[in-house]
């Protein structure tokens, strides 16, 4: 079982539509989780963290954490084809001030205007 | 602030031979992570400094190793490069304390291995 899994997609939505991306990870003790955009051709950088079980709103952004079923989401409502980019879920493995980061596969967003 | 800073942004290297990549991090910051991106694998994970001692290690052979200067800027070389090595090789930092998931990523060196 991978570390962090993603569906690699592609996910298209029509502009305006609401696109949720999901990811799961496999190590229990897992307490920090993390989503990166990345742009093709360029370095992933971080838009959302989450650490607590249930949802966390950042603009259009919405991260949500399912730690009994080690499920991260996130919903990116009001889609803009400006959004179109790979999605990376992070989680860290071992201590949260001490763990090493891990990726997923990342799924690449379509949003067709 | 200035960002993280990676060279050479490009290299070509040939079987056999060994490349040293250089990265600083953004001031400040006491922790760096090597990542290897390839459209097959991913972002894979190879390790992380901190205060100039390895903290964190990826699965990757002895080919691939790593140090960390007093002024926190890092160098990974990686020895007889095969084929397989040719990948886009990133350089994350971060303060090393609080979480150590928010990194911020430089612009990455590509290597190419003929």
């Known amino acids: 079982q991978k570390e962090v899994e993603q569906n690699s997609g592609p996910l298209s939505v029509p502009e305006g539509a609401i696109a949720s991306l999901n990811c799961t990870y496999s190590?229990?003790?897992?307490?920090?989780f993390f989503w990166y955009r990345q742009y093709s051709g360029k370095s992933p950088e971080l838009i959302m963290s989450i650490y607590s079980n249930g949802d966390k709103e950042d603009g259009r952004f919405t991260a949500q954490l399912n730690k009994a079923s080690q499920y991260v989401s996130l919903l990116i409502r009001d889609s803009q084809p400006s959004d179109s980019a790979t999605y990376l879920c992070a989680v860290v493995y071992g201590s949260s001030n001490t763990g090493k980061l891990i990726f997923g596969q990342g799924t690449t967003l379509q949003v067709k205007p | 602030k200035a960002g993280v800073t990676q060279t050479p942004r490009y290299l070509i290297k040939t079987r056999g031979q060994q490349v040293t990549l250089s990265c600083s991090p953004i001031s400040g910051h006491r922790s760096v992570s090597w990542y290897q991106q390839t459209p097959g694998q991913g972002l894979q994970f190879l390790f992380e400094y901190f205060s100039e001692t390895q903290r964190n290690k990826g699965n990757f052979p002895g080919r691939f190793s790593g140090r960390q200067f007093s002024n926190s800027r890092s160098e990974m070389n990686v020895s007889t490069l095969e084929l397989g090595d040719s990948a886009l090789y990133l350089c994350?930092?971060?303060?090393?304390?609080?979480?150590?998931?928010?990194?911020?990523f430089g612009e990455g060196s590509r290597l190419t291995v003929l």
């Open positions: 994350a930092s971060s303060t090393g304390q609080g979480s150590t998931g928010e990194l911020f």
């Open positions: 190590d229990r003790g897992s307490q920090s």
